[in-house]
């Protein structure tokens, strides 16, 4: 059974930065695509980030320079360091793993930026 556990949710100030990991297990995770998704209240889930197997990354333009998506295939966690943080990008994290065992996803984590 996969499982994704995220954590390193918070509160941040504007301009801040914050470094969420998403730890998986049941999963060959060097052979999945990875990903960072969000949800704001009111908001539909939007892809923020994701990383092939072989370390492709995508982002959405408006986290674009300022977060960073990374794996460690070794200790089968993911990355999102997010910096330079501001109001409209609080919102529930989740992880998501996409592989030839399926789509899954995790609890999320909390990110709240504000002064």
């Known amino acids: 059974q996969v499982q994704l556990v995220e954590s390193g949710g918070g509160l941040v100030q504007p301009g801040g930065s914050l470094t969420l990991s998403c730890a998986a297990s049941?999963?060959?995770?060097?052979?999945?695509?990875m990903g960072w998704f969000r949800q704001a209240p009111g908001k539909q889930r939007e892809l923020v980030a994701i990383i092939s197997s072989g370390g492709t990354t995508h982002y959405a333009n408006s986290v674009q320079g300022r977060f960073t998506i990374s794996r460690d295939n070794a200790r089968y966690t993911l990355y999102l360091q997010m910096n330079s943080l501001k109001p409209e990008d609080t919102a529930v994290y989740y992880c998501n793993s996409n592989g030839n065992n399926g789509n899954y996803w995790g609890q999320g984590t909390q990110v709240t930026v504000s002064s």
């Open positions: 049941g999963t060959i995770f060097s052979r999945n695509a």
